[in-house]
């Protein structure tokens, strides 16, 4: 595989990326791509936590199949990923770094009712009334992420 930093995908920077942009709408009165983006940064502040755990990448950096588990495994949106977190924990090579930092995740919940196929809805559909949840979870994962990184895992 390639060096880390020429790989395509880093969950890490993306999840970073996407919460300050969700900042910026969220700041803009925006609340429908922020809500988006929420989840998002969230989802890939979690997929970072499950690389840096031994979860297998492809080429590119993106999470792999897992070995002897049907299914798309981690590579899911929320809700799924969410539930793949529970179904799937004990396919993660390294429990203890996942455990540690998961644990410390206790709103993930708020995004059961986030979609990735959000972005299509019209506005009016949209759950925003949800964004401020999706907010806290988004922030408890960013915590998480910056406590990894300085704790070296990251």
Known sequence: MSAAGSLSVNYFDAARRHFQDAGVLLGAN????AGQLLGVAAECGIKAILVASGVPVDAEGSLDRLPGV????????????HR????????IPDSRTATTYLSALPHLA???????????WRDAALPLASVARWQVAAGDVMAVLDQAKEDGVL
């Not at 925006?30 to 791509?33: G, H, K, W």
């Not at 793949?84 to 396919?91: E, H, T, Y």
């Open 84 to 91: 793949a977190l529970a179904d799937l924990a004990g396919a």
């Open 30 to 33: 925006r609340q429908a791509n």
């Open 70 to 81: 049907k299914g798309r495994g981690f590579k899911e949106h929320w809700p799924d990923l």
């Open 110 to 120: 708020h995004f059961s009712n986030w979609r990735i196929e959000h972005r299509y």
